[in-house]
């Protein structure tokens, strides 16, 4: 079955700042790549997400990108602001269906002021 | 996005009865719906699927008389935690696939249980 590995666990940056997390999966199969953001005691958020008939996609301060190849898809914040701090988890999948979503072991990344 | 409401947010009970969480898709219809568990500072457990006019799929090590899913309709499934026992205590949360071209998974807002 798919593994992804997401890293680091934990991320801290100033204010201003831009973020990078990392993901890499093992099923070359998989085809869809969301990124998601959870805030403390909440569901987590579909913030963006990246399928393999492509390589990046952007969305104002927040990028992904897609090495199919490599196995590995990453995560980008720029400009980083203290309300971007959650728990931030990818995840992979072959066929879109939520029950095949493996999730990464999250980050949590913490935005100083 | 889409929405998906999940109702309680929180809920404290005793031990030995039963708690009952909503998970509802607001603006799309869904045929399956998916149940988690999330420990603190731990990824997202899959704990089952539910399935619209069908019996739910457990993953493995679930129990399935614990953990009871209904599939009410296209907009509604619920999970009861029945006889619930402290190490029920958890965060449990719904999803439900905006289906289509490109299908997409939405969250709801989860549900802390804590079981005295």
């Known amino acids: 079955g798919e593994n992804v590995e997401q890293h680091p666990s934990t991320l801290s940056v100033q204010e201003g700042d831009s973020a990078v997390i990392k993901c890499t999966y093992s099923?070359?199969?998989?085809?869809?790549f969301p990124w998601y953001k959870q805030e403390l005691g909440k569901g987590p958020q579909l913030i963006i997400d990246?399928?393999?008939?492509?390589g990046e996609k952007k969305d104002q301060r927040i990028a992904v990108t897609l090495n199919k190849t490599a196995k590995h898809f990453s995560l980008h914040i720029t400009e980083t602001q203290p309300e971007d701090s959650a728990v931030y988890f990818c995840?992979?999948?072959?066929?879109?269906?939520?029950?095949?979503?493996?999730f990464g072991g999250g980050t949590r990344l913490m935005v100083k002021p | 996005g889409a929405v998906v409401s999940q109702h309680p947010s929180r809920v404290i009970c005793k031990s030995g009865t039963s708690v009952k969480i909503e998970c509802r898709s607001l603006?799309?219809?869904?045929?399956?719906m998916f149940w988690y568990r999330q420990f603190p500072k731990q990824s997202l457990m899959l704990m089952a699927t539910?399935?619209?006019?069908?019996?739910?799929?457990?993953e493995q090590g679930v129990e399935k008389d614990k953990f009871l899913i209904n599939h009410a309709s296209l907009t509604l499934s619920t999970l009861t935690v029945t006889s619930a026992h402290p190490e029920d205590s958890s965060f449990y949360i719904c999803s439900a696939p905006q289906t289509g071209a490109n299908e997409k998974l939405f969250f709801g807002s989860g549900t802390q249980l804590s079981v005295l």
């Open positions: 990246i399928r393999s008939n492509v």
């Open positions: 099923d070359s199969a998989s085809n869809y």
């Open positions: 539910s399935n619209e006019g069908s019996k739910a799929t457990y």
């Open positions: 603006d799309f219809q869904a045929t399956t």
């Open positions: 995840a992979a999948t072959y066929n879109n269906a939520g029950n095949m979503l493996t």
